[in-house]
C-alpha cells in the first residue's frame, strides 16, 4: 500500500505526452518554493492509502488516451519497493491494452536510484530536480544538508540511459542556476551523453511562508537563463 495525495487521469505536464499523474504522499527535504506543500508531510488526513490494483484501476480510465504515467509527490522514492510493483503492474498492463505505456518518475533526487534495481528495470525514465548546486545554496532553500546524492543520481541515471530532463526552478538570487548548468554541461561532456534541461519559472502559486509573494523572474531573466544553456550546447526549453 502507498499513501497516495492525487491521481490526475490525464495530464499534458508531467512528461512526454498525455500521461496519467500519481502524487505520492511525504517529502524529505522542505523546499522554499514548493508549490505542493500539502504532500510535504509523511501522513495527511487527505492521502488515502492504496493498493497497485486500485491504483492501476484509476490508470485504466485513460487507456487508450494516455502514454503513461508519471508519478511525483512529495517524493515518490520513498515509496521505491510499492513503486517498483506500480511499474511492473504498468508493464503488464501494457500487454493487456495492446499498446506500451511508459513509466515515468519525477524526484528530488536525494535517494540513490542505484539502489532499487527492480524498480529501475521497469523505469523508462526520471526527470530529476535539481534545486541548487552550491551546498550552502541547497541547504538553505530546501533545509537538507547536502546534494550529493543528487549529483550522483545525475551522473547514474545518464550513464544508464535513463535521464529523462534535469528540471530547473529559476529563482534569481535564491537559487544559482548558472552554476547548475555550467556543471551539468560538463558532466554530459565528460560522460558523452545529454539530456534535455527545462528551465522552469517560479510561480508563487500554492507556496507558502516567505517566498508567497515572491515575484516571478522577468522575461529577461528567463531569456538571459536559456541563452546560458544555449552556449553552453545544452538542449533547452523554458516553461
Known amino acids: 500500500m502507498a499513501l497516495v495525495r492525487k491521481i490526475i487521469g490525464q495530464s499534458t505536464v508531467d512528461g512526454l505526452g498525455n500521461r496519467t499523474a500519481i502524487f505520492l504522499q511525504g517529502c524529505n527535504i522542505r523546499c ?22 486500485q491504483v492501476l484501476d484509476e490508470v485504466r480510465k485513460g487507456i487508450p488516451f494516455i502514454r503513461g504515467i508519471t508519478v511525483s ?20 498492463l501494457s500487454d493487456e491494452c495492446g499498446h506500451s505505456l511508459s513509466c515515468l518518475i519525477d524526484s528530488n533526487g536525494t535517494i540513490p536510484f542505484a539502489r532499487y ?46 535521464l529523462t530532463e534535469v528540471r530547473i526552478v529559476c529563482l534569481p538570487d535564491r537559487v544559482d542556476v548558472e552554476t547548475i548548468l555550467r556543471n551539468i554541461a560538463d558532466i554530459f561532456a565528460s560522460i558523452g551523453k545529454k539530456s534535455p534541461v527545462r528551465l522552469l519559472r517560479f510561480r508563487p502559486h500554492g507556496v507558502v511562508g516567505e517566498l508567497a509573494e515572491h515575484p516571478m523572474p522577468t522575461e529577461k531573466e528567463m531569456s538571459d537563463y536559456a541563452a546560458f544553456a544555449q552556449s553552453l550546447n545544452l538542449e533547452v526549453t523554458v516553461k
Open 32 to 53: 522554499a518554493y514548493c508549490h505542493n506543500p500539502e504532500t510535504q508531510a509523511m501522513h495527511d488526513a487527505e492521502a488515502t492509502e492504496m493498493s497497485v490494483t
Open 73 to 92: 509527490g512529495g517524493e515518490c522514492m520513498l515509496q521505491a519497493e510499492w513503486l517498483a510493483e506500480l511499474f511492473a503492474a504498468v508493464q503488464n
Open 117 to 162: 534495481p527492480q524498480l529501475m528495470a521497469h523505469c523508462n525514465g526520471v526527470m530529476l530536480d535539481v534545486k541548487a548546486w552550491d551546498t550552502a545554496v541547497y541547504n538553505r532553500l530546501t533545509q537538507a544538508s547536502s546534494n550529493q546524492t543528487v549529483k550522483e543520481n545525475l551522473v547514474w541515471l545518464l550513464e544508464h540511459d535513463l
